[in-house]
């Protein structure tokens, strides 16, 4: 009897364990996805838009105390532009190369978003689930969905404003993300959940960890398997740079009296992504950055008109053409996301018609993420009238707003005591 009992508990788990395969089979994303964005003209884009460009650039990094940049322009029917600007540090410490890695910083908020929309697609979870069905011991959440943390309706607060100054002293400490997100929580709420657009970094946290709970598997892996590989963005992880990469360095600059100071600012280049985890913890290139762009705008991972269905206002006194929602911004018609980790300052928009594209990154944070959406959409405005290459059609249609007009917007937001030279 006993061995008879044994071959069938051998052979129900055989078969257990089958399924089990041809489950996560079925389940598993496609290896690689294509981006449907118009062929890219191989070359530089003309020398007079790359003077204007270079312009912007150095406008925003004298504004925001950055003493680097890299950038990524790309318009396919003119030319691309990607450069590294700057040095390291304002006393020098080598110069910026286009092959430097840095935090990717809210675009980790988008990617939360690709893996619960294609979990969702999947059957795991649904968009109108309580985060209290994943994640235990969180108080008075059960009328908050996934699908509102990640649109950011919430109504959940922020840590970082709360933690930074700890950050800065002791950059290399770990920090768990329920830790973290109890800051956000602690603060107390502006608007029912699902009625307004509230940034919350906490939010992010906490439907990271409902994602973990739901799969089964670690950020890292989720990252992985649904954002990074199917895309090839081959320098994108969930996590610290590669380190065998060159890694941009991250500079705080702290507050002198009415201004900062620039000149001195604190290098917080290790500081442990766990105080990002999944709103803030993806270490990315410029080149992934700018691809990853694409694809959230032509709707390669999860389509545009799903995520941005319902999309609200950034705050009362946003311009009418910009809207947030599905954890991306629209911008016109631009889609991306911009923002900060301490240290860096980023954005990445495309247009997925004519499928210009603009990735940035500033070596400085103190300025706040204004300078990062401000430059790409300067940028944006200025490649948007590159002329057309030979054979190529420039497209008709422009964007809302002037170079000029964020040009004055950013040097009039200048947070430095002294220039860096």
Not at 123 to 139: K, Q
Not at 154 to 182: F, H, K, V
Not at 313 to 323: F, G, V, Y
Request: net charge negative; glycine share 12%.
């Amino acid at each position: 009897m006993h061995g008879r009992f044994s071959v069938r508990r051998g052979v129900v788990a055989a078969a257990a364990v089958i399924g089990m395969v041809l489950s996560l089979a079925a389940c598993t994303p496609d290896r690689s996805v294509s981006i449907d964005v118009p062929p890219q003209v191989e070359g530089a884009l003309p020398a007079e838009t790359q003077e204007q460009l270079e312009a912007a650039v150095a406008n925003a990094m004298s504004a925001a105390g950055a003493s680097g940049a890299i950038v990524g322009v790309w318009a396919p029917w003119s030319g691309s532009w990607v450069a590294g600007v700057g040095t390291q540090t304002p006393a020098g410490g080598g110069e910026v190369t286009t092959d430097m890695q840095f935090a990717a910083a809210k675009s980790t908020r988008s990617m939360t978003c690709d893996i619960l929309y294609q979990i969702a697609d999947q059957g795991l979870v649904a968009l109108d689930d309580s985060i209290t069905e994943y994640v235990a011991a969180v108080p008075d959440l059960e009328a908050i969905t996934l699908g509102q943390l990640c649109d950011g309706t919430s109504g959940i607060g922020s840590y970082t404003s709360r933690l930074l100054g700890l950050w800065l002293d002791n950059p290399e400490r770990r920090w768990g993300p329920r830790e973290l997100a109890a800051f956000g929580l602690g603060q107390e709420r502006t608007a029912e959940p699902g009625a307004q657009y509230r940034d919350s970094d906490a939010g992010y946290l906490l439907l990271g960890l409902a994602l973990e709970r739901a799969t089964g598997k670690s950020a890292r892996m989720l990252v992985e398997e649904y954002v990074a590989d199917p895309l090839d963005l081959t320098a994108t992880t969930f996590g610290a740079p590669d380190p065998e990469a060159p890694v941009l360095t991250g500079l705080f600059a702290r507050q002198e009296g009415d201004r900062r100071n620039c000149l001195e600012p604190v290098d917080i280049t290790d500081l442990s992504r766990t105080v990002g985890f999944t709103d803030a913890g993806v270490t990315t290139d410029i080149t992934d950055l700018g691809r990853y762009a694409q694809a959230l705008a032509t709707g390669a991972l999860v389509p545009a008109g799903e995520r941005l269905e319902g999309a609200l206002p950034e705050s009362d006194s946003s311009a009418s053409w910009l809207t947030v929602g599905g954890g991306v911004y629209q911008a016109g018609s631009l889609i991306g996301q911009h923002g900060v980790f301490p240290g860096y300052t980023t954005a990445a928009y495309s247009d997925p018609e004519s499928g210009l594209t603009v990735a940035v990154v500033l070596n400085q944070s103190a300025g706040g993420s204004g300078f990062g959406a401000r430059l790409a959409w300067e940028l944006a405005a200025i490649a948007s009238k590159a002329p057309a290459a030979s054979g190529q059609t420039a497209p008709a249609a422009g964007l809302p707003w002037t170079p000029e007009q964020f040009h004055q917007e950013i040097s009039d937001s200048a947070i430095c005591a002294e220039p860096i030279s």
